[in-house]
Each structure stands twice: as C-alpha cells, then as structure tokens.
C-alpha cells in the first residue's frame, strides 16, 4: 500500500510531551478535596463528569497532576480487555482536575498533534490489537504499562490533515447518530400505528 506523502510512522512516546500515571490516594465523595477522574468517568471513551470524587491531594499533587484540555487520559488497567488501553480526551470543563492512579495522562504539542486524531488512532484496530494480543491471556488484572503505551505505533499525516480528517469522522459519526435517531422514531412510529390497528 503506498503511504500518502508526508505521514510518517510513529510511536505514541514520540508524539508525547509527558506521560505519567496519576494518584493512588482514596477518593471520596467529600468536595472540599481535588475532583479526580477514575475509570468510570472515561471508561465510555469519553470524559463524564457524574459520580465524581474527591481526593485530599497535597498542593505540589494538584499541580502535577492538574489536566490541560485535550490531554489525553488512557486506562491502564481492569478486568476488561475491552476497555485496557482506551483514551478519553479532556474537554475544557475538566481542565483543572487531577486523575487516579489506574489512569496515564499523555500530554502532546498540542500546536503539531491533533489529540482528537491520537484518539482516534488508539481506538483503531491496529492499535488495539498492538495493546490487546500480549495481554489477552493474562488472568485477573490487565494491564499496560508506560513503556508499553510509549510504543504503540501508528501513522501520523500533517497536522492540517489530522484536523481534516478529525472533522470528517466527527461529520460522519454526527450523520450515524441522526439515522439512529430517525430509525428509532420510525421504530416508535410503527409500535404505535401497531398498537392503534390492534
């Protein structure tokens, strides 16, 4: 297959500024501590702000572990295989927040790398058969340490094609939701001509 001029492979460390894991410190629902986001606030690919908790995080703490929005947040380690290895990125309402330890941030020049294209990428399944095959075997715990998300390795075009080609999956993911949307209307529809005839 012949590449598009100007992509290049690479591994996710080279496209990283920072990568780090978060707080291991117990998280409560008491909110005069540090919001956290654990892995059932980015388990759904995306960041979701109910059922927050709080952690008593030193100041030096809440600096290190302070989110920038589209940092991305990926999920070290769970039971499912399915979820391992799946990024979220920060919205700006989350910016500001700290994250647990079950969680690496990866932070990347944001002005050279598209967050939502990484995004992307990790979900691609290219990308999740590189997290997937070494631990599909593992009992218990999965996990996916620094070094193994440092090399991940995926194709990266131009930043104004990451920005063309975000768009165009944003454009087609709107489009899938709005058919959804009208067959599930239609569903009704039918349902309720179903019950009138009835």
Request: aromatic share 6%; proline share 6%.
């Amino acid at each position: 297959t012949e590449v598009p001029l100007g992509w290049e492979p690479v591994r996710l460390e080279e496209v990283a500024v920072s990568m780090r894991y978060g707080t291991s410190i117990k998280c409560d629902y008491d909110e005069k501590h540090a919001p956290v986001l654990r892995i059932p606030n980015v388990s759904s690919g995306q960041i979701t702000l109910d059922d927050m908790k709080y952690g008593p995080l030193s100041e030096a703490d809440r600096e290190a572990l302070s989110l920038e929005a589209y940092d991305l947040l990926m999920i070290r380690s769970n039971g499912s295989l399915e979820i391992v290895g799946r990024p979220a990125v920060v919205p700006p309402e989350a910016a500001g927040m700290a994250f647990a330890g079950y969680l690496v941030r990866l932070q990347t020049l944001k002005e050279a790398i598209n967050s939502r294209y990484v995004w992307l990428a990790l979900n691609s399944s290219a990308v999740r058969d590189q997290i997937e095959r070494p631990i599909r075997s593992a009992v218990g715990l999965k996990n996916v340490n620094l070094t193994e998300f440092g090399n991940l390795s995926f194709w990266l075009p131009p930043i104004a094609e990451q920005h063309r080609i975000v768009a165009k999956v944003d454009a087609l993911m709107a489009l899938c939701d709005r058919l959804e949307a009208a067959l599930t209307t239609a569903d009704t529809t039918r349902a309720r001509l179903l019950e009138a005839l009835l």
